[in-house]
């Protein structure tokens, strides 16, 4: 790759070379939004902080039950920083990989990356299918109904909370208003 630092443009390339389902392209739009909202807010990298969210799931589609060590060698192969991979390889911490998020940017991708599924299904069953107008009582509420979003593995965003000594509320804040910021790219930004 030449240069030490991945731009945007590489990790886009990278994300739709292997992937293809909209729902895991959206979903990494997303991560990437509110990794750059939350890098912003706390005077980080953004752009560091938003590649990272972008491929963070990079072989999730083709290599599911390799997830997190594939992307490690594909990142490995194209040069990307050390930095970059750890990141990304410790938001499996415990399930897939056992390098345990240290950096508060590691923290925060592990905290957010089930959080944002469960925000984006709450704003789905919403009349306005949108982010936009979604408090974060409305989250809070469909938090506690386990029934709702089943797949959303609570416990670790509890953890991921906890680790960067953060309020669930203001967690959750955090991410519906990086979500707004990409709203429309995710398909939760309400009627035209």
Known sequence: MGHSKPTREDAWALLTEFNQSDSLIKH????????????????????????????????????????????????????????YIRSIVSHGWGICSDVEPKSDMEKVLYAIDELTGLV???????????????????????????AFAAGVDRSIIEKGAAMLGMDKSELIEDVILGMREVADQIGLGGPP
């Open 28 to 83: 990494a739009l997303c991560v990437e939004g509110v990794m750059r909202y939350i890098a912003r807010k706390r005077g980080e990298d953004e752009d560091k902080w938003g590649i990272i969210g972008l491929v963070h799931d990079l072989d999730y589609e083709r290599f599911p039950d390799e997830h997190c060590q594939k992307t490690q060698e594909i990142l490995t192969e194209c040069g990307w920083p050390e930095e």
């Open 120 to 146: 984006t299904a709450v704003a789905l069953v919403r009349p306005s299918r949108s982010v936009m107008d979604l408090a974060p009582k409305s989250v809070k509420k469909k938090w506690k109904d386990k």
